[in-house]
């Protein structure tokens, strides 16, 4: 060989040698060993390779790219939420927050307020029991004691027409916290939490928020000093009643110094925001005279108290470390109302646009994304492996992709992921943000491997049943720990 040409080919060579993996992905080249050990481990769970979609991409050092089904498009459960929150972190940017307004059409005389309190709502994802007790307390503290007038509840700030889709749970508990939907009247996620503890005295049972439109009736019996039972042991039945109250009937045993609990969404937002706004007033010592509805805020209404959410940084990380589906799904409409267009007239569908748009001009591959809901709530949701990868690669690369990653589980810390992949070598080492529905099963976000290597990874496991699935994905992360594909040899991106 001429000598010139085989310094040129030895350039060549070492040129593609300093080639960051993630460029080497498209390279038609042989499989790895850790491939072949996930599809084994594929075959042994769920039995069949079509069952799951894979993706693991070095970001920071040696490794090579590994793709299984990578294009075949999923049903990604819960992972649906990383594109939210990056798309929200992007388009409405990190230090956005949420204020909820309370204003009046009448006068303060003395220790009254002759006039109607109107609570102008923001679509806050995380207005809460505490934050509403604080701002009705700044009116107890003006001296304000009695209001003569009604509740008005403003909910103007989404656009929903056609309501919401719903989501078919197959399930037996339709007031589930999982299931609640995303309203412009959300407080306190909608839930009543329930407690029951038994004493020297008998059973005592109470809720909270505690409103007149929501009864307990205690069938708990106590029992002798003993174990304290699982939340499966005792029976929760709800009725509704023609007087437009509701009761809960609990049932069950429970020995002394235990108590059980049960978290349920039971009325309509608009009624539950206005029984827990009048609740709050009560207990502070005060008293409306007029009824709660809902309805517009008049225009030369004068402004009396606000409250302000956090950023939108801890939002997301509320959101993703315990897989929140309403606060998603509220983000998902704020998102829409944020960029509505003359001709948009739903703020789900203009959100999903908005959504689509932001990951287009990140150069992402839309074809065959399916968004739905934001929260990955859906059978409709749909993902390639190979489009999560690129998502994840264009985080790693954000402005705000530190604050997408620090809001993701830590393996075997926190979160969902906090029983998973203990007592092993990867605790704390990668922060995974988890899925689950019916027949699907995912994980997506970064690990790092033993060399330090940092790697971006989407697994969803698609099959009936998945019981399997999480162990499965469990070994994509431990393996992608001990045995990391190794850059002496190419793979193939199939």
């Given at each position: ?14 040129c ?14 042989g ?15 769920v039995?069949t ?35 939210t929150?990056?798309?929200?972190l ?16 009448g006068?303060m005389?003395?220790?009254a307020?002759?006039?109607?309190l109107?609570?102008?709502?923001s ?36 656009q ?6 719903a ?7 339709p ?24 004493d ?17 009736n ?31 009937t609990?049932e ?13 969404s039971?009325?309509a937002p608009?009624h539950?925001?206005?029984a ?12 409306f ?8 805020t ?8 606000t ?14 470390k ?26 789900r569908?203009?959100?999903i ?29 749909r993902?390639?492996a ?49 899925g689950?529905?019916?027949?699907v ?17 989407i ?8 019981w ?9 992360l ?17």
């Open positions: 060989m001429h000598a010139s040409v085989f310094k040129q080919a030895l350039i060549t060579l070492l593609l040698m300093l080639v960051p993996a993630p460029a080497l992905a498209g390279n038609p080249t499989d790895t060993p850790w491939k072949a050990r996930i599809l084994d481990a594929t075959l042994n769970a039995e390779k079509e069952a799951v979609s894979i993706a693991a991409v070095p970001m920071n050092g040696p490794g090579l790219s590994q793709f299984i089904n990578a294009d075949q498009s999923m049903s990604p459960g819960s992972i649906m939420k990383l594109i929150t990056f798309a929200a992007e388009t409405l940017g990190p230090a956005h927050h949420w204020e909820t307004r309370f204003l009046t059409d006068r005389v003395g220790n307020l002759h006039g109607n109107y609570v102008t709502l679509g806050d994802p995380r207005l809460d029991q505490e934050r509403l007790w604080s701002v009705m307390r700044e009116l107890h503290g003006m001296g304000i004691r009695t209001i003569n007038g009604d509740l008005v509840l403003d909910g103007q700030v989404f929903l027409p056609d309501g919401l889709p989501f078919d749970d197959k399930g037996d508990n007031y589930a916290p999982f299931l609640v939907q995303p309203s412009p009247y959300l407080t306190n996620f909608n839930l009543f939490h329930f407690q029951v503890r038994a020297e005295r008998g059973t005592h049972a109470w809720s909270s928020p505690s409103v007149d439109a929501v009864r307990i205690n069938q708990v019996t106590a029992t002798g000093d003993g174990p304290c039972p699982a939340r499966h042991h005792f029976d929760w039945t709800t009725d509704f009643n023609a007087d437009n109250t509701v009761t809960v609990v069950g045993e429970l020995p002394k110094g235990c108590r059980t609990t049960s978290y349920q039971l009325l608009e539950y925001t206005a827990l706004i009048r609740s709050i007033w009560k207990d502070l010592g005060g008293r005279t007029g009824i709660s509805r809902t309805g517009t008049p225009e030369d209404a004068r402004l009396v108290m409250t302000r959410s956090k950023d939108l940084v801890s939002m997301v990380r509320d959101i993703n315990w897989s929140n589906n309403v606060m998603a799904r509220q983000l998902l409409l704020m998102i829409g109302a944020a960029h509505r267009q003359p001709e948009d007239d739903d703020d569908e203009a959100g646009r908005v959504v689509h748009e932001w990951l287009a001009s990140r150069d992402i591959d839309t074809r065959g994304v399916v968004i739905d809901n934001g929260a990955g709530l859906s059978r409709e949701s993902i390639s190979r489009q999560g990868a690129r998502i994840l690669e264009a985080a790693w690369q954000s402005p705000f992709g530190a604050d997408l990653i620090a809001s993701m589980p830590l393996i075997a810390t926190d979160g969902t992921m906090a029983q998973r992949l203990r007592d092993t070598a990867l605790k704390g080492k990668g922060r995974i943000k988890t689950y529905l019916r027949n099963r995912s994980i997506a976000g970064f690990t790092r491997d033993e060399n330090n290597t940092t790697w971006a990874v697994g969803m496991v698609n099959h009936a049943p998945a399997n699935g999480q162990a499965l994905l469990d070994k994509v431990y393996s992608l720990y001990h045995k990391p594909p190794s850059a002496t040899t190419l793979s193939r991106a199939d």
